[in-house]
């Protein structure tokens, strides 16, 4: 029997979110409907809320949240009512080339929740299901690949920020770049996933985590998480502090979380020879960036693409619970602050402004 919810409708790009009454489907076969306890707001979301990243409008958004099994569909077997689960945007079929490769961030295969519509509002008008979660809303219908279990020792507020920001920052160090221990490391740009390369260059046991942005207030924030150098890029020459830093030989990983063709030019220059750039931040449309032809040959410098941290949900995420209970890992510090959804506009307009690691709706 569908179900009828509250949720945060995005109805006109840089228009306030509406919230409205809507009705949500039953799960179908391999699905899992989610009682959503939270829902984080990432900074992909909010480029959706600005028009910068489009969506059949409306639509709800939403991608990394955490709740209680409602219902499931035919053949989900591992998973029940009143389980307290976590869900990603990370969605695999686990049967094509790339999934059966371990390779799951990749996966090409088509889901019937990318193109139907399971939502109407009041009207019995369809609503885009965005971000392959429409998390912003008291009910969430997610495929069974993008479902993991939490323990009881982790709070669903906490869980709730894995499934994009955690995975993504940890996933490029840990899985995309396999930092080694004793490695310089910088990260070019400390939001959500900033943050989190931040810490997980730190568990991997990096000498040097350098941490560069151009706000203050980010660069206190990445040394209680772990960075051993701060570099304010407005204020200060970073390539040449990190020279500084690494006997004038540049760092072995660059990591840059911000999608600028600046950014990415700047890595080069602060990259030993054969060290790696490691590119996780989108520019806007299709934007190129010049790689600099001569240095990536006559110094073997790599570079890597990461999605989603290269990351196998089932793998990584009791990983991430054990290292948190070993206090290694800080999740509950990455949340600046709770939400109900009828104030996301205001969560929002925070994040916005660069003021947030990450803003949580609760319900
Ligand atoms: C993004 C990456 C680009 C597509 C939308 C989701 N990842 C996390 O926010
Ligand atoms: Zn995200």
Redesign the pocket.
Known sequence: MPRQMKAAVLREYNQPLVIEDVTIEDPKAGEVLIRQAACGI????VNVVLGQ?KWNLPVILG?ESAGYVEAVGAGVTHLKPGDRVAAS?LRSCGRCFYCTSGMPSLCDTPHPLDSETRHYDANGKPITLG?RMAGWAEYALVDQSQVVTVPDSMALETAALVG??VI?GVGAVINTAQVEVGSSVVVLGLGGVGINAVQAARVAGARHVIAVDLLDTKLETAQAFGATHLINAGRENAVQTVKDITNGRGADYVFVTVGSQRAISQSFEMLRKRGTTVIIG?TPNDEAAALPVRQVALTEVRVLGS??GSTRLNVAFPQFVELYEQKRLKLDELITATYPLEQINEAIAVVERGEAVRNIIVF
């Open positions: 990432c900074h992909s979301d990243e991608h945007l971000m994009c920001g993504t989108l999605f989603l």
